[in-house]
């Protein structure tokens, strides 16, 4: 699909003049679950809103766009997202994924695996990645940067080598949004997102959407996402759409902050390691001390101690117990995702005194 206007148009135009039974501006939302048919045989195009609601469409338009793609379904979460995106491979398929992956994910995928439902073989780099797919291979699930250790994968090659042996390549592009990556064109068969994070943008919306640009490929999702009811509801598809609107520029000032606070935490003397791509607003970062680290988050005045990422608000995670806590330790030891390392969801708060709140914390 071509895109007709830049980003920042797309995203501030969210959802407007899509009512055009009254001209309003913002898009309605929608409650009705039913809608009236006009006469026998006949439908408005909406007929019952686990099919389709008008918010959640004007939505999906917009998500579609923004991703370079044909398709976007909004769902209730990132997980089901998730869920959804695998409905479309068979019973027994083989999947590839990094390593180092969101610990809810991770957690699904064992399920699954013990179920018999699908195996899955883990890469801890790209090289082993390409190294593991063979004719075999049904799905390669790729999460870049990763999460938490931000190591940054190279979609397009990725996707050369997936297509070549025949398989598909799903990409969760929670993390640097559509403002920094647009995996469809690089060559993603489906993209997903947790739009409860940097889409949404306010720590407020559970939501998660999945993307395509292959008609067959929606048709089959659609079947399921109809058939099993992974919706978001009318009231969050607005709140949902009106977070867009500000996505660029929210993306923009969290890198501007998050560069600054790496090149902080790189000075800090307590810090061993910081882990940071240079743009988003996601940094990981090694303490010389993990014996510190309860002091640390429970001195934090301005940053939150909290799990997710993606808000306008700062917040700080400690994988190990949080995010990644089903990960088996030792697991999480072979590829690096220690006990001494900190997430930092980067928000848009004054920079100087994030810096002031982190040196407090990290001297205590
Ligand atoms: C990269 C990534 N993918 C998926 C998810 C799951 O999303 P949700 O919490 O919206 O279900 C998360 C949640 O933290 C995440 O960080």
Redesign the pocket.
């Known amino acids: 699909m071509t895109k007709a206007y830049q980003l920042a148009t797309i995203l501030a135009q969210a959802g407007i003049k899509s009512d055009d039974a009254t001209g309003s501006l913002v898009a309605p939302i929608h409650l009705s679950t039913t809608y009236q048919h006009p006469e026998f045989g006949k439908s408005t195009g909406f007929d019952y809103t686990r099919t389709k609601n008008p918010t959640r469409s004007a939505l999906e338009e917009t998500l579609a766009k923004i991703e370079q793609a044909a398709y976007a379904i909004a769902t209730s979460?990132?997980?089901?997202?998730?869920v959804l995106a695998f409905s479309v491979f068979a019973y027994g398929s083989k999947v590839v994924a990094a390593r180092d992956?969101?610990?809810?994910?991770f957690r699904w995928f064992n399920n699954q695996e013990s179920e018999g439902r699908f195996s899955v073989t883990y890469a801890n780099t790209e090289e082993e990645m390409i190294a593991a797919i063979d004719e075999s291979t049904d799905v390669v699930y790729v999460?870049t940067p990763t999460?938490p250790l931000m190591v940054e994968f190279d979609i397009a090659k990725v996707a050369k080598v997936a297509h070549d042996k025949g398989a598909k390549v799903l990409v969760?592009n929670?993390?640097y949004s559509p403002v920094y990556q647009n995996p469809i064109p690089l060559g993603a068969d489906i993209v997903?997102?947790?739009?409860?994070?940097y889409l949404s943008g306010h720590n407020d919306v559970?939501?998660?959407v999945v993307i395509t640009d292959n008609t067959e490929l929606f048709e089959t999702l659609m079947y399921h996402y109809n058939t099993t009811g992974p919706n978001l509801s009318p009231l969050d598809s607005y709140l949902l759409m009106r977070g867009l609107k500000t996505l660029k520029i929210r993306m923009e000032a969290v890198t501007k902050n998050a560069q600054e606070l790496a090149v902080f935490l790189d000075n800090h003397v307590a810090v061993k390691e910081v882990l940071y791509t240079g743009k988003g607003g996601m940094i990981s970062f090694k303490v010389k001390d993990k014996g510190k680290i309860p002091a640390l988050l429970n001195s934090l005045k301005v940053i939150s101690f909290a799990?997710?990422?993606?808000g306008v608000e700062s917040l700080m995670t400690y994988p190990a117990t949080q995010?990644h806590a089903d990960i088996p330790a030792e697991v999480r030891f072979s590829y690096g995702l220690s006990d001494n390392l900190l997430r930092l969801s980067v928000g848009i708060e004054d920079v100087e005194d994030l810096k002031a709140d982190l040196e407090q914390a990290l001297s205590k």
Request: proline share 0%; glycine share 16%; no cysteine.
């Open positions: 979460s990132g997980m089901s997202a998730v992956l969101y610990g809810g994910s999460e999460n969760d929670t993390f997903i997102h947790s739009a409860t994070k559970l939501a998660g799990e997710s990422l993606g995010t």
